[in-house]
């Protein structure tokens, strides 16, 4: 069993910065992937940014330039950094981990239950 959890959410002004943090709980597994997933009402929910254990990244079009995904691997926590915020931002931002479970081979994909994050003055 593991347990993802996301904090860091809020509100904040546009041109503002938030940081959203994700820790991944549980019995023993190995994590080989993290990332950030996003869902605005009425729009389907769309990647934001992932990392991998290795330290490779990649970035939501929209994101690019200032945001910052990064990973505590002794804490087996994610965070992402975001800057110059915008109202499009506005989204509930779900944690993803993929990851290995105890001894067995299967990858396993785990969600956390969102955080909301509302941009607006």
């Known amino acids: 069993q593991v347990q993802l959890v996301e904090s860091g959410g809020g509100l904040v002004q546009p041109g503002g910065s938030l940081r959203l943090s994700c820790v991944a709980s549980?019995?023993?597994?190995?994590?080989?992937?993290m990332g950030w997933y996003r869902q605005a009402p009425g729009k389907p929910r769309e990647l934001v940014a992932h990392?991998?254990?290795?330290?490779?990244?990649d970035y939501a079009d929209s994101v690019k330039g200032r945001s910052t995904i990064s990973m505590d691997n002794a804490k087996n926590t994610v965070y992402l950094q975001m800057n110059s915020l915008k109202p499009e931002d506005t989204a509930v931002y779900y944690c993803?981990?993929?990851?290995?479970?105890?001894?067995?081979?299967?990858?396993?994909?785990?969600w956390g239950q969102g955080t909301q994050v509302t941009v607006s003055s």
């Open positions: 549980g019995s023993s597994f190995t994590i080989y992937n």
């Open positions: 993803n981990a993929q990851l290995a479970r105890g001894s067995f081979a299967a990858l396993y994909e785990y």
């Open positions: 990392i991998s254990t290795n330290g490779n990244t």
